[in-house]
């Protein structure tokens, strides 16, 4: 079974900086589309970013492009999400997910098999 750990969440003020990091058990993460995932109480999930299978390709969210940037660490067997410049509409629990399967873009819940417990991301202003 495949376990997604993840580590990094707090708050910051907004403009300010946090990485989040997802460490992997059970597989390699090389083989694995990966991707992000954000949620506030009474909003559906929304994608963040992902990163292909291989790692060549990343995807991201328009609200996010050019302030976050996915990529993964396969000698770590970690994921992880630098995000820059955030914003108070950044505030969520961010999620990682894996699957082995097919994504298209950033992917759907529902395409995704196995997920982290979250972190909690506060952005103050």
């Known amino acids: 079974q495949v376990q997604l750990v993840e580590s990094g969440g707090g708050s910051v003020q907004a403009g300010g900086s946090l990485r989040l990091s997802c460490a992997a058990s059970?597989?390699?993460?090389?083989?694995?589309?990966m991707a992000w995932f954000r949620q506030d109480p009474g909003k559906e999930r929304e994608g963040v970013a992902r990163i292909s299978a291989g790692g060549s390709a990343t995807y991201y969210a328009d609200s996010v492009q050019g302030r976050f940037t996915i990529s993964r660490d396969v000698a770590k067997n970690t994921l992880y999400l630098q995000m820059n410049n955030l914003k108070p509409e950044d505030t969520a629990m961010y999620y990682c997910?894996?699957?082995?399967?097919?994504?298209?873009?950033?992917?759907?819940?529902?395409?995704?098999?196995?997920w982290g417990q979250g972190a909690q991301v506060t952005v103050s202003s």
């Open positions: 059970g597989s390699t993460i090389d083989g694995m589309r």
């Open positions: 997910a894996a699957t082995y399967l097919g994504v298209e873009r950033l992917g759907r819940p529902s395409d995704f098999t196995y």
